[in-house]
């Protein structure tokens, strides 16, 4: 049966904080409405919801699914370090080899000026 209950009486059935249910009702996951004195009021089964949530209340199979979960999420975290660190290193490459192309790039841009042409009376200095 549904029941009128406090944010915070909904929090405490639901095992979540009264924002969180403050968060649901504003997505619509959640019918609620304000009362007489601008408190929010939602609506939760409260006889369904005593038997459901709770982490003591998790079944052998839920704790296998989120440990495959973990493992899984870690073969991903480890394989984007190795890719960052791989482009971390072609950037380091990539990075040596535009100074020198620059170094390269000023001593073939010296060796283009025009040369000053002297009087063949000048003495070269």
């Known amino acids: 049966m549904l029941e009128k209950v406090s944010l915070k009486e909904a929090g405490e059935a639901l095992g979540i904080s009264p924002d969180a249910v403050r968060m649901r009702v504003k997505r619509g996951t959640m019918r609620g409405e ?9 609506w939760i089964d409260l006889a369904e ?7 003591e209340r998790r079944s052998v199979d839920d704790v296998d699914d989120l440990r495959l979960r973990v493992a899984v999420l870690e073969a991903r975290l480890e394989a984007a370090e190795g890719e960052r660190d791989f482009l971390r290193q072609q950037v380091q490459t990539l990075t040596m080899a535009q100074a020198v192309m620059a170094q390269a790039q ?9 040369r000053r042409w002297r009087w063949p009376w000048e003495r070269k200095a």
């Open 34 to 42: 304000k009362d007489a004195q601008g408190r929010w009021q939602v």
């Open 49 to 55: 919801q005593e038997g459901e949530q709770g982490p």
């Open 106 to 114: 000023k001593a073939i841009e010296a060796e283009k000026r025009p």
